[in-house]
């Protein structure tokens, strides 16, 4: 698999659910939200690495997260 090389703290997960959100945190990984027409808990997006409005946002979180 391509993506055996790469560590938990080097992935990111972008999600749109709550069920997704919850298992990444529960995964330790990096959590982007993407938030869509399903409302997500106040305590998860405090607890994402991001919170981004628009999908054409993910492109610059991927860049300045490496930095």
């Known amino acids: 698999n391509k993506f055996d090389d790469i560590s938990k703290q080097e992935a990111i997960v972008f999600e749109d659910g709550q069920s997704g959100a919850l298992a990444a945190l529960a995964a330790d990984i990096k959590l982007v ?3 869509d027409l399903a409302r997500l808990d106040e305590e998860i997006k405090a ?3 991001k919170v981004i409005d628009n ?3 993910i492109i610059p979180t991927i860049e300045n997260s490496t930095n």
């Open 47 to 49: 607890k994402a690495y």
């Open 55 to 57: 999908i054409k946002d």
């Open 33 to 35: 939200l993407v938030p």
